[in-house]
């Protein structure tokens, strides 16, 4: 089920498998991300050392890579791109070619679905238990059917979880706990083993694997993370590598598991689609 509450201009994102969560989305009306936006754009300057192109959309600047679909673009050219990944870490939206019609002058042709749409579209037939009439009538066109209303879409229990999400830090099985730490440059995952330190380190290890997958999904990290497991001499860490392969396989955006560090961090790469959500919620 897909449960969703609206608040102002802020709609909250719930899929749930049962009674765990599987994942979560913001969605703010008033300043959408952009992802799967539709503009007229301008090629400003070809960046052969970047291997992609600057273009003007207008109010913002995005970047194309040669690999969607820049090569042939020369300085000067209007064409239609696409919004691939949103505008995140100081730097402009990604773009990609986009094979429509175009204007001639730099600006927003259409707007993208935004993150209840995308998800409703990926998992078509799942019901939508949603608590806004408004946002209803606006979806009908395209969910009709699909939804029905309530005046409590989340539970006191999913709102609790859902808080827990703006802390640093996440409960793990067995009492150990995660730390994260988000850079501009990496995440990192700390495991701690707390009470949970009398079990062997890959019984342990193995056990929370799956929690600390949901945990980067639920949150949206992405990029380059590292975890940092508890416990484990360099000779056994690979025994972990296949559990967290296999936990990865729930994440839709399909993060790519590298291997061990020589430091010992279990290094993931995670694509930056959307803002990770300690940046939403960020004061």
């Excluded at 967290?244 to 399909?254: N, S």
């Amino acid at each position: 089920m897909i449960a969703v509450s609206r608040r102002g201009t802020l709609v909250r994102i719930a899929l749930l498998r049962g009674d765990v969560l599987a994942e979560y989305h913001l969605w703010n009306q008033a300043a959408p991300d952009g992802v799967g936006d539709l503009y007229t754009g301008r090629v400003d300057a070809v960046m052969p050392g970047l291997a992609g192109r600057f273009v003007s959309l207008g109010e913002e600047t995005g970047f194309l890579p040669d690999s969607a679909g820049g090569k042939t673009l020369t300085t000067g050219t209007y064409a239609a791109f696409r919004v691939t990944r949103a505008a995140q870490g100081g730097k402009g939206p990604r773009l990609a070619a986009a094979a429509e019609p175009c204007g001639t002058t730099p600006g927003l042709l259409r707007s993208g679905p935004g993150p209840l749409l995308e998800l409703a579209t990926r998992l078509p037939g799942e019901p939508i238990l949603l608590d806004d009439y408004a946002l209803m009538a606006a979806l009908r066109p395209v969910l009709e059917g699909h939804m029905r209303h309530s005046t409590q879409a989340f539970d006191p229990v999913l709102e609790d979880e859902l808080a827990a999400l703006a802390e640093p830090s996440a409960a793990l099985p067995h009492g150990a706990r995660l730390h994260i730490t988000p850079t501009p440059a990496a995440t990192l995952l700390d495991m701690d083993a707390a009470s949970a330190s009398d079990m062997p380190p890959l019984s342990l290890n193995n056990a929370v694997i799956p929690e600390i997958c949901r945990q980067i999904l639920l949150r949206n990290l992405s990029g380059g993370i590292l975890i940092d497991f508890a416990g484990m001499k360099p000779a056994a860490r690979e025994k972990l590598g296949p559990a967290l392969r296999q936990a990865l396989k729930a994440d839709p955006l399909h993060p790519e598991f590298l291997g061990f560090s020589h430091l010992g961090f279990a290094e993931l790469t995670r694509r930056r689609i959307r803002p990770p959500l300690h940046e939403i919620i960020a004061p």
